[in-house]
C-alpha cells in the first residue's frame, strides 16, 4: 500500500505562483509514475502533469507555466506553479502507480493511489 499526502495549496493572486508537495509513504519503492491532477467544481478532473520512468509530460494548459519535478527525499513529486489563472482554480491531485507508462499518462484510471488533494484558489 502506498500513502500520498499533498501540501502547498492556497489562495495567491492572479500571476502568483505556488509549489505543490506530494509525499509518499509505504511500498514506495516500486513507484515509477507520479502524476497531478486537479479537478474544479462541477468539471471533470483533469491531468496537469506526470513523470513516469525518464518521461516528463505536462498538459498544453499548463505547459510553460507549471513544471513537475520528482522529490526524491521524500519519495514523492514537486509541482511548481507560475502565473497562476483564475483558470487554474482547482482541488489539485497526487496519484501514483507502480509501473511505468507508455502511453495515457492522462488517463485517471490508469493511478493507482491518490491523494486527499489540496485547494488552490486564484482570484483578482
Known amino acids: 500500500q502506498v500513502h500520498l499526502v499533498e501540501s502547498g495549496g492556497g489562495s495567491v493572486q492572479i500571476g502568483g505562483s505556488l509549489r505543490l508537495s506530494c509525499s509518499a509513504s509505504?511500498?514506495?519503492?516500486?513507484?515509477?509514475?507520479l502524476a497531478w491532477f486537479r479537478q474544479a467544481p462541477g468539471k471533470e478532473r483533469e491531468a496537469v502533469a506526470a513523470v513516469t520512468g525518464a518521461r516528463i509530460y505536462h498538459s498544453d494548459s499548463v505547459k510553460g507555466r507549471f513544471t513537475i519535478a520528482r522529490d526524491n527525499t521524500n519519495n514523492g513529486v514537486f509541482l511548481q506553479m507560475t502565473n497562476l489563472q483564475p483558470e487554474d482554480t482547482a482541488k489539485y491531485y497526487c496519484?501514483?502507480?507502480?509501473?511505468?507508462?507508455?502511453?495515457?499518462?492522462?488517463?485517471?484510471?490508469?493511478?493507482?493511489?491518490w491523494g486527499q488533494g489540496t485547494q488552490v484558489t486564484v482570484s483578482s
Open positions: 496519484a501514483a502507480r507502480l509501473g511505468i507508462l507508455s502511453g495515457g499518462w492522462f488517463t485517471p484510471s490508469f493511478y493507482t493511489y
Open positions: 509505504g511500498l514506495t519503492n516500486n513507484i515509477n509514475t
